[in-house]
């Protein structure tokens, strides 16, 4: 391969569970990894609403994706699982507000269920480097 | 980043209900949003049978990829979101038959449930430009 | 597009059940179809327990990476799409064992179902070329 795969690592979003990176990059790509409503120290607030917990787990993606030097406008696609269909507007909304003008394609997929009984997962491919738009 | 994104937008397809693009393109790679059967008029369809949802998911889906300047034969992945695996032969029958030659990698998954009570919600990743194979 | 899109095929995974391709390549780019259980000579073993039922599934993906010259090293994205959330950490261990050193980025998504009832479908990108790292 032409680049290397480089793990990227932040304290600023929760450490791995499980046998994964926050996210990789490879060139200018990066790829996050699906991030649940963990806060950035641990604990789990899987009791949170589900408004609190989309904006923790929007906020693990950003702070991925700033440490992999991307950000909202460097994101390409997004995938969110959310639990509960009729969870759509108030997700959407939030996503909104966090995204601004950056308008990424994405698929908000419904699932039965996440680990640890958490509403909503959220992934992102994304590139970094210079701006040029 | 190497290329800016660009934000693909065609009304032979239907408008985005939410905060996204139909697609984005960086470079020449294309990420659909995940598409569900609504017209490009806007009207909705739920009530329509699996195979036709089927086709009017896989029209937007072409639609949008013809607009960022690709089409099947440059489709790379797509990823099917089914409600009832029961659908599964009637689904690859479909997408047999609206891709033809093309055999993208793809996955089916089934889900509990979709947006506005559709079966069938269909995402790909695809590569534009001129055709060299 | 620069590269062509390239077909992978190998007799060491499952012939693809429906319209799609066991992977694809493009350039370094390589896009790993979901790949469920079955074993290589096309026996469901649906029946069988999770554990092995994971095994089967990550050595179809290998042997599909492999045959496209690329490898666990060379992952960039697996997406796990299991039935059971109660299953994450058997999952999460028979995958660590198999990946090794190599912690790509990773979403595990739970579903209600899958084809023929099996619990477990993976896909993977990955690149494939000479390892610079």
Redesign the interface.
Known sequence: ???????IATAAAPT?A???????A?G??V????QLPVRADGTLGADQPFESQVRQTLANVLAILEAAGSGP??V????A?IVG?EN?PAF?AI??EV?GAA?????????????HGYLI?I?A?A???????
Chains 1, 2, 3 share one sequence.
């Open positions: 391969m032409k680049y290397p795969i480089e793990a791995p499980g046998h994964y990176a926050q996210a990789v490879w200018d790509l790829f996050v990894s699906g406008d460097g390409l696609k997004v995938t699982y269909v759509w959407n996503y909104a995204f308008r990424p394609a994405r698929a908000v997929v419904p699932v039965p269920s996440l680990h997962e992934e491919t590139v970094r480097g210079a701006q040029t738009s």
